[in-house]
């Protein structure tokens, strides 16, 4: 099955400087890549999300890189803001004609934004 | 609209009592899911439906967890004789479902059930 690995499990960055956080992947049959953020006691929020079609999306701040060749995926949040202080989770999935695919987390990585 | 829904949101059970938790997905929504999250952990993989049909059960992580969906829209997680390892968020999920494409449609996730078993 699908495995995903993320890096690193910590990141604590000033306010302003950019954040990044890989992933790899290790299904060749994955093609849908969402980015979670998920707060203290709180639902996993989708921020972004790239299918295997398009190498690069961006969205504000947010963008998220794709390498289908070397399966890794980046999120990349630039200005950070104390508000983007949060766990943030990588996920994969295959797409599945006739019904949905679940999803397949890395372990996460907390974001800490410094003032 | 109302995004999903879950009950409840905390739930506390002594070792060998039966629980059941609630997912009320989002009006409309064909597929449903449910996800395990240990703490410091990436949500885990438990069961799938679309509609009313248990498509995918491969997560499950024993013959103690059943899931339903009667009527295809609200669903019930339920652990029988709940054991200490079962203490963990568990985490609903629902997404639109375009037939006849292999795209993966967003998933929407709940707050979860915080399930501690003393």
């Known amino acids: 099955g699908e495995n995903v690995e993320q890096h690193p499990s910590t990141l604590s960055v000033q306010e302003g400087d950019s954040a990044v956080i890989k992933c790899t992947y290790s299904?060749?049959?994955?093609?849908?890549f969402p980015w979670y953020k998920q707060e203290l006691g709180k639902r996993p929020q989708l921020i972004i999300d790239?299918?295997?079609?398009?190498g690069e999306k961006k969205d504000q701040r947010i963008a998220v890189t794709l390498n289908k060749t070397a399966k890794h995926f980046s999120l990349h949040i630039t200005e950070t803001q104390p508000e983007d202080s949060a766990v943030y989770f990588c996920?994969?999935?295959?797409?599945?004609?006739?019904?949905?695919?679940?999803?397949?987390f890395g372990t996460g990585t907390r974001l800490q934004v410094t003032l | 609209g109302a995004g999903v829904s879950q009950s409840p949101r905390y739930k506390v059970a002594k070792r060998g009592q039966d629980v059941a938790l609630r997912c009320d997905p989002i009006?409309?929504?064909?597929?449903l899911f449910w996800y395990q999250q240990a703490l410091g952990q990436g949500p885990e993989f438990l069961t799938y439906?679309?509609?009313?049909?248990?498509?995918?059960k491969s997560g499950l992580p024993s013959d103690r967890f059943f899931a339903e969906r009667p009527e295809g829209s609200v669903s019930t997680l339920k652990i029988q004789r709940t054991q200490q390892e079962d203490s963990a968020v568990y985490l609903c999920a629902s997404s639109r479902h375009l037939t006849g494409t292999a795209t993966n449609q967003p998933q929407h996730f709940g707050d979860g059930t915080r399930l501690s078993i003393l």
């Open positions: 439906f679309q509609n009313e049909a248990q498509l995918d």
């Open positions: 299904d060749s049959a994955s093609n849908y």
């Open positions: 790239i299918r295997s079609n398009v």
């Open positions: 996920a994969a999935s295959r797409g599945v004609t006739g019904t949905a695919s679940k999803l397949t």
């Open positions: 009006s409309g929504h064909v597929s």
